[in-house]
């Protein structure tokens, strides 16, 4: 088993770019999640998903789009990159909720200039 | 509204003594807990979880943490220190975020350092 894998791992982009995160889990879990991290500032939760073809947001989704067509993937997606979203970007899953563990994956570095 | 709460931003130790991370929280229910560990340039792993069964929960690595209510507290430890556990360590609350959905609320990090 893969687990949970993410793709890029590191991307560049322009201010105003547009880009999208893949994430992919073999584990057949519910629910999926995209987070943030930032520097001194733990995780924080964009947006995520308790099954195929449901999306809701997080604490920080402004900015984000997500989808979530198939079960084992959940997309991110920036419409126009903004130096502020320079972060790096983690995808979960997890079978359930609240007592469930969350299984994460490896990360993308991203860099808006 | 839950948060929690990570006492230290950086614990420094010695290999082969004793690790304390605290960490504390604040909920409107009974809350379920979580240690997550992130090493450099990796992703996170769960350490262990409290979910309202017994207060003293081990987990890998030789990590426990005890729940304690009436301090709002979930602190880390270990007796004995490697220098593979340097690290960084997240303290997680799940909470209902609208609706059902039991989300994570993460402190923000304490970076373990492990001198030899």
């Known amino acids: 088993n893969a687990g949970v894998t993410q793709t890029p791992k590191f991307r560049v982009l322009k201010t105003g770019q547009s880009m999208t995160l893949l994430c992919a889990q073999d584990?057949?879990?519910?629910?999926m999640y995209w987070y943030r991290q930032d520097p001194g500032m733990g995780l924080r939760l964009i947006h995520y998903?308790?099954?195929?073809?449901?999306?809701a947001k997080g604490e920080v989704p402004d900015g984000y789009n997500v989808s979530r067509l198939k079960k084992q993937n959940f997309l991110l997606g920036l419409e126009s990159a903004a130096p502020s979203q320079t972060s790096v970007y983690f995808c979960?899953?997890?079978?359930?909720?609240?007592?469930?563990?969350?299984?994460f994956g490896p990360g993308t570095r991203l860099l808006v200039l | 509204a839950q948060s929690v709460t990570q006492l230290d931003s950086h614990v420094s130790v010695s290999e082969g003594t004793p690790v304390l991370l605290r960490c504390n929280y604040s909920s409107s229910y009974s809350p379920s807990l979580f240690w997550y560990v992130q090493h450099p340039n990796k992703g996170l792993q769960l350490l262990l979880k409290?979910?309202?069964?017994?207060?003293l929960v081990k987990g890998i690595n030789g990590f426990e943490a005890e729940f304690k209510k009436s301090e709002t507290s979930f602190h880390l430890t270990k007796p004995s220190a490697h220098m593979s556990d340097a690290a960084e360590y997240f303290c997680?609350?799940?909470?209902?975020?609208?609706?059902?959905?039991?989300?994570?609320?993460f402190g923000k990090g304490t970076k373990l350092s492990v001198k030899p």
């Open positions: 998903s308790v099954g195929e073809g449901t999306t």
């Open positions: 409290y979910t309202s069964a017994a207060t």
């Open positions: 584990m057949n879990h519910e629910y």
């Open positions: 997680v609350v799940s909470v209902r975020y609208g609706g059902s959905q039991g989300n994570l609320i």
């Open positions: 979960a899953s997890s079978r359930g909720a609240n007592q469930e563990t969350q299984y």
